[in-house]
């Protein structure tokens, strides 16, 4: 089954809250949709009408309180653990999206760089 696009809304807003391209950080597809990456490591994306974060542990359980916040599973049954789907009323909230933003960026930073895969 194939998956939806992303809104044109959606990524609208992924677009004004995502952190621009440069000081490591590079805008790329997967899979079709628009994702940010920091040293190769992804931190940020969308997935059809979901945007997805990878937040550090401590983070990620704060997260999870929020109502309609989950963990991401891009299909039923395969969990992406480091990564957390952002409910509704966050996509709302630009403002604090850019703070859950900055954290799954730094998060990212601070993770060993990921290196291209040999071919």
């Known amino acids: 089954m194939p998956w939806k696009k992303s809104s044109p809304a959606l990524i609208a807003t992924f677009e004004r809250v995502r952190?621009?391209?440069g000081e490591g950080v590079?805008?790329?597809?997967?899979?079709g949709f628009p994702c940010?990456?920091?040293?190769?490591q992804m931190f940020t994306g969308l997935h059809e009408e979901s945007m997805i974060l990878r937040l550090a542990p401590e983070d990620r359980a704060e997260f999870l309180t929020r109502?309609?916040?989950?963990?991401?599973?891009?299909?039923?049954g395969r969990s992406m653990k480091q990564y957390v789907r952002v409910p509704p009323a966050?996509?709302?909230?630009?403002?604090?999206?850019?703070?859950?933003?900055?954290?799954?960026?730094?998060?990212?930073?601070?993770?060993?760089?990921?290196?291209?895969?040999?071919?």
């Open 67 to 76: 109502p309609g916040a989950a963990i991401f599973e891009p299909m039923a």
């Open 36 to 40: 940010a990456f920091v040293n190769g």
């Open 19 to 21: 952190p621009p391209a």
């Open 26 to 31: 590079e805008h790329k597809q997967m899979f």
């Open 90 to 119: 966050l996509l709302a909230d630009e403002e604090a999206l850019g703070e859950w933003m900055a954290r799954a960026l730094a998060f990212a930073r601070s993770l060993p760089p990921k290196l291209p895969k040999k071919r």
